[in-house]
């Protein structure tokens, strides 16, 4: 089995290309217990008009619609960044058995930063959480991206 830096590694890969998009840089992977990359997604709420176009929610999608179910039980979802309230009902709903995330979000993340929605007892489905995982990287995507929205387009 692959390392977490390794999947983690396919998932920053994943926010690139939704910084190439011009979208805000988050990217995830569906992972099997075998090791196989089953789905994955980038940010995309901007250019296919739907709010719930989080790369989390993509690569579920994804790896669902490779499976024909929408449980993926025994799965693992890397995600660049720290999941919001929407992104850990369905994590929590696909019935995944691991979450790993990169860098916190302060603003509204659901795992550590506002709350930590998987340790409520009224879940009938429990997930391991491992966060921090190439942090800096994730969080240096996002801080350049920002950085650069705040400069706005350069006066020549």
Known sequence: MRSDDFYMHRALDQARQGLAAGEVPVGAVVVDAAGEILGAGFNAPVGEHDPSSHAEIRALRDAG???GNYRLDGCTLYVTVEPCLMCTGAIIHA???RLVYGAAEPRSGMVESKANLFAQP??????????G?????????LRDF??????G???G
């Open 65 to 67: 619609a490779r499976l």
């Open 95 to 97: 019935r995944l058995a």
């Open 122 to 131: 009224w879940f009938n489905h429990r997930v391991e959480v491992q966060g």
């Open 133 to 141: 995982v190439l942090a800096s990287r994730a969080s240096r995507l």
């Open 146 to 151: 920002f950085a650069t929205r705040r400069e």
């Open 153 to 155: 387009p350069s006066s």
